[in-house]
């Protein structure tokens, strides 16, 4: 492909400024790191967050750059350059088109909020399958293109490899993609040049400040994937937006879509409705209202989080045309996703679940959840993520304790805070809340596996330990180093260690 084919045809999307140079030159592959350029690539020079591109163009022309795509003025020599008004939003539209457009062969389904993501897409796959579909899926935990698992780098990956992705499911003949959208990938334009189907919107709480500044900034983020599901001009048929509108985020988001809605939820009229919600130790149960009509669903997912995430992803199997009596044959074969809610079971006579919650909305979902599961105490392990949004710290410190017995402050990943420092601050928030529950007991454990060994080793029969804020993840960040780290291993280490009385 010549520069000129890869740019002209998108030049109506591309904010072009100016163009110099030989524009036929051969483009052999696309890059916006310098130290991957090699003989006949495209060189986009974005400006991030720590480093700007502009700054390495000399080393791309002596690596031997085909041409570059800049965003100001840069001597770059004799190679053909194209200036354009955002290099940024440039990369996923030169990407999508490099990658000849997998996104218009997919059916894109994008799924946004703060939290239940991973689980309505997992959900959401599961019943697209369960229907015969070829599913891939990227988030949280994992990137899935058929039988492969690739671990996941980023909750929604760069633009570049974004659009790889994309092209590897096409090539391997799949017809759809469920993937969670962050607001990051939103606000740093990774989507871009990436047309969705369906969107889905989950919740909206705090979360992320540290990048978004205010909750306004964080909205418009989420927003921006809704605003964008425009039907005009489309090829793809059949557009649609599904919305919580128990959220009160969700009269907004709603309000920014061009194609049809449906609206679910428990407590106000919506499209999508659970009636005679039924939660236990085993699962949940309700009566699906929905526009194509009604069905008992059985779920062994726990909590009334779940029934959001359910319905969630029972509007997008509707949508995408399966039948009731599918969407419900599916969901029973629906299990936990790894690190939400799931359990570690290793012969003890008390409950340990691991969980990814880490904002004070999740974490307030898992302890309300646990609330209908208990018969004993509730024992809360958790820590705040150093590094990232500090305002949070003092509310999920009031969360753990309103719901819980005993309490085990710990570290998170700290990265490159003084991890007593961030404990500090989530007890604060302690304080605040015993002056009510003065009965509730804590304890700080800067050292994440002491802690979870203390809140093990505090159990006795009928409690339960929950252990919130990793889930799935394998590692701790301490300062810049991942090291590996694991809770459920280490609560299994943990509990095999207190049944042998070693």
């Not at 929604?156 to 090539?171: D, I, K, W, Y």
């Not at 979360?207 to 599901?229: P, T």
């Amino acid at each position: 492909m010549t520069l000129d084919e890869l740019i002209s045809p998108i030049q109506g999307r591309l904010k072009v400024l100016e163009r110099t140079g030989d524009q036929r030159v051969t483009i052999s592959g696309l890059t916006d790191d310098s130290r991957t350029v090699e003989a006949g690539s495209l060189f986009v020079a974005v400006k991030g967050e720590r480093v700007d591109g502009h700054a390495f163009l000399d080393r791309v022309v002596a690596a031997g750059a085909a041409a570059v795509v800049v965003e100001r003025d840069a001597a770059v020599g004799s190679i053909a350059s194209v200036r354009v008004q955002d290099s940024r939003e440039a990369l996923g539209i030169l990407g999508s088109r490099f990658y000849r457009d997998p996104s218009a062969t997919l059916r894109m389904i994008g799924v946004t909020g703060t939290n239940g993501k991973t689980t309505t897409t997992y959900i959401v796959k599961t019943m697209l399958e369960a229907a015969s579909r070829q599913v891939g899926l990227i988030g949280t935990v994992v990137y899935l293109i058929g039988k492969e698992s690739i671990p996941a780098s980023h909750t929604t990956p760069g633009a570049l490899e974004l659009q790889r992705l994309f092209a590897r499911m096409v090539e391997a003949r799949l017809d759809t993609v469920v993937m969670e959208v962050s607001s990051h990938a939103l606000a740093l334009d990774r989507t871009t040049g990436s047309e969705f189907d369906v969107a889905v919107f989950t919740n909206l709480t705090q979360d992320h400040l540290d990048f978004h500044v205010d909750m306004e900034s964080y909205f418009q983020a989420k927003r921006k994937l809704f605003a964008e599901l425009e039907q005009a001009g489309s090829s793809k048929p059949s557009k649609r937006a599904i919305v919580n509108v128990d959220d009160p985020w969700g009269g907004r988001i709603g309000e920014a879509c061009t194609v049809p809605v449906w609206t679910y939820g428990l407590r106000h009229q919506a499209d999508l409705r659970a009636e005679d919600v039924r939660l236990s130790p085993t699962g949940t149960t309700f009566t699906l209202r929905s526009p194509l009509g009604s069905c008992a669903i059985q779920s062994r997912l726990v909590g009334e989080h779940n029934v959001y995430n359910l319905l969630a992803a029972i509007g997008v199997a509707l949508h995408e045309g399966l039948t009731l009596d599918q969407v419900r044959s599916a969901i029973r074969a629906v299990t936990n996703v790894p690190g939400r809610f799931e359990l570690v079971e290793a012969g003890q006579d008390f409950t340990v679940v691991v969980d990814y919650a880490h904002t004070e909305d999740a974490l307030v979902r898992l302890l309300t959840a646990a609330q209908a599961l208990r018969a004993g105490r509730i024992i809360t392990v958790f820590g705040c993520g150093g590094d990232r949004d500090r305002t949070k710290r003092p509310k999920m410190g009031r969360a753990a304790v309103q719901y819980s017995d005993v309490v085990v402050l710990t570290s998170d990943n700290p990265r490159t805070e003084d991890p007593a420092a961030i404990l500090r601050e989530v007890e604060v928030g302690v304080k605040e809340a015993l002056s009510d529950r003065s009965q509730v007991r804590y304890r700080m454990i800067a050292d994440r596996r002491a802690a979870i060994e203390a809140a093990i080793h505090e159990a006795k029969a009928g409690d339960m330990v929950l252990i919130a804020g990793k889930g799935h993840e394998d590692y701790q960040i301490l300062g810049t180093t991942k090291h590996p780290f694991d809770d459920r291993k280490v609560a299994r280490e943990t509990i095999g260690t207190l049944r042998s009385g070693v």
